[in-house]
């Protein structure tokens, strides 16, 4: 097994059309020839959710050249997504910056977002479109907790309903209290207990596609 770790960086979320770019040279790589026949396990966590959102949305974009990537899906697991509204995202990105100075942070990313609002704002709603109607339908599982400042949990909900009712397996795991991309740490049994139930379902539908 093959791992390829994607880091993502905050100035692709800053400025989209750069994390769009990030996207295109990490799908190229999943692409090349000696590739083309492994199968795919995505295991995004926090912001890199988003980073996996600009992959899709050049998938989306081109469906049939893609096409092969997107059969090749096998699973995708998603971590602490940061979900919710732009505050959601400012708060964030307060925490990730300058945890001292949060408010400060959150505030200047207001404004940012207000400021560029082309660039920034709208792109961010476009790429939630992107990925609520995401191309890849493979089985998928979600972590995430209630007291998560940086998700969300109705929105992310509500996606997983949407999922399901596209026809898309959908398992998750919330806990009341948890900490942002920690949660394996924080509820060690329970995290792997989960991951693996799912890993094993995604081999029981494997034989059952190949019966």
Known sequence: ??????????????WPRWGLEYGSEVLKVLEEPQFLDRPVMVHSTSIGGYTFTQILTHMAREPEKHAGLTQRVIGHIYDSLVVGTLEHMAIGLGKTLVP?????????????????????ADFYNSSIQVFRNSPITAPALFFFSENDALCNPLAMENCIDL??????????????????AAHMRCHPEDYISTLQKYLKSLHASSLKAKM
């Open 100 to 120: 001292r100075l949060e408010c400060l942070v959150k505030n200047a990313a207001m404004f940012y977002f207000w400021l560029f609002k082309s660039y920034t």
């Open 163 to 180: 999922w399901r009712k596209r026809g898309v397996t959908v398992e998750s795991r919330k806990w009341k209290e948890s900490k942002h």
């Open 1 to 14: 097994m093959d791992v390829l770790l994607v880091q993502s960086s905050v100035m692709h979320f800053l």
